[in-house]
């Protein structure tokens, strides 16, 4: 027996390269998967290379309560129900200190990170089997601090908060509700993140980045992708309310 069969799963953020990884994981344990972006091209694009009847799509910004309802409604009208809530998407926003930080980007950064993690648990949990899990994206960066990076700091400590509170409130459904928390994963965003820290020479950047790391390299997508699936499957079935963190050793020190 397959970990997901027959269940049913929506990944925000599916247009990046941890949800279309997590989602052909999904896939092959069984599942339906309803990818959720703001990057239609993307997103179309991942589904097409996905190669599968059981995958569908739906472009919604994820800040906007009418759009997070319609893809809601769009996976219960494809698929019937929703088993598995991958609550993924967020952004990285700028590398600045405070004092120079601008105040628009802080804004789409809360309201990417954290407004539309709280509004996909708003919609997606009363329409939830019970028993089912969500499986929130944070990161190490919400349990430690770091300087110019205040709002995505910011935003994945308040995930955290989301993640117990809904942790809680859904227990007598055994709905488990947890975070991922990954360290520098290998990606779109860490290429972003390097050229911030030191434009023209991300190289170096990266290399500074993995020795702060005790198994001195960024975590693979794959990796993320597994502990979303152990997450997602009933091997997980007393874990709720917890930091699953992945770092490499990083939060040790």
């Not at 820290?197 to 794959?222: C, M």
């Not at 993320?224 to 709720?240: C, E, G, P, R």
Request: charged share 25%; glycine share 8%.
């Amino acid at each position: 027996m397959k970990k997901l069969q027959d269940k049913v799963a929506i990944i925000t953020g599916g247009a990046g390269s941890i949800g279309k990884i997590t989602a052909k994981l999904f896939l092959d344990e069984g599942a339906k998967v309803m990818l959720v972006d703001l990057d239609g091209e993307s997103l179309e694009k991942n589904t097409k290379e996905l190669n599968s009847e059981h995958v569908k799509y739906c472009v919604a910004d994820v800040t906007k309560a009418p759009e997070v309802q319609h893809y809601i409604d769009e996976t219960v009208k494809i698929f019937g129900e929703i088993d598995i809530f991958f609550n993924n998407a967020g952004i990285e926003g700028a590398v600045k200190p405070i004092v120079d930080y601008p105040e628009e980007i802080f804004d789409k950064v809360i309201a990417i990170n954290v407004k539309g993690m709280w509004l996909g648990n708003k919609y997606a949990i009363p329409h939830m089997k019970d028993g089912g899990s969500i499986i929130m994206t944070s990161s190490v960066a919400g349990i430690l601090g770091s300087g110019n990076m205040s709002a995505y700091i910011i935003s994945k400590h308040a995930i955290i908060g989301i993640m117990r509170s809904a942790a809680i409130e859904v227990a007598p459904r055994k709905i488990r509700v947890n975070t991922v928390n990954p360290s520098p994963v290998n990606s779109r965003m860490m290429r972003s993140i390097e050229d911030g820290v030191s434009s023209g020479n991300a190289e170096k950047a990266q290399r500074d980045f993995e020795a702060t790391i005790p198994l001195k390299r960024y975590a693979e997508p794959e990796e993320i992708a597994k502990l979303v699936l152990f997450l997602a499957s009933d091997d997980s079935q007393f874990i709720t309310g917890t930091t699953q963190i992945i770092d490499g050793g990083l939060s040790a020190q």
